[in-house]
């Protein structure tokens, strides 16, 4: 099965130059655990925000995360992949690098997110025949 089968199409971008404030509200609003951090040009990368790294910064900041725009809190680039890689290979690079979400990039253009609970699902259909 490949990555294309499996991601999901629907992410949620924010600017680099978003207030952290503001990626906490819309990862609320929209209901999920990662935003994508838009390019600010046609040759620049993607970035991510998680939980993870907003917690890291609210605990590094003693809560104090007025002044933090999301460019000083994102990954950037993010680990990416092709649609048309077997998700076998997008599970590896999670474990290899210890991540939970990678970005589906086509042509370095952004075509979704797959995520470790996707993968997971998809076994468990499996299993269940």
Do not use: C, W
Not at 9 to 20: F, G
Not at 43 to 63: Q, R, W
Not at 77 to 90: D, E, Q, R, T
Request: glycine fraction near 4%; avoid cysteine; proline fraction near 3%.
């Amino acid at each position: 099965m490949l990555v294309k089968d499996v991601m999901q199409k629907k992410v949620v971008t924010i600017s680099p130059m978003a207030p952290l404030k503001e990626a906490l509200k819309l990862m609320k609003e929209q209901d999920v655990k990662a935003l994508i951090v838009e390019k600010t040009n046609p040759n620049d990368a993607y970035g991510i925000i998680t939980y993870t790294s907003l917690l890291k910064a609210v605990y590094a900041e003693d809560g104090d995360i007025d002044l933090l725009n999301v460019y000083d809190v994102a990954v950037k680039p993010a680990i990416s992949v092709s649609g048309n890689l077997h998700i076998k290979y997008a599970a590896k690079l999670m474990v290899n690098f210890n991540i939970k979400r990678l970005l589906v990039i086509d042509s370095n253009n952004l075509e979704g997110l797959i995520s470790m609970t996707d993968i997971i699902e998809v076994l468990f259909k499996e299993i269940e025949g």
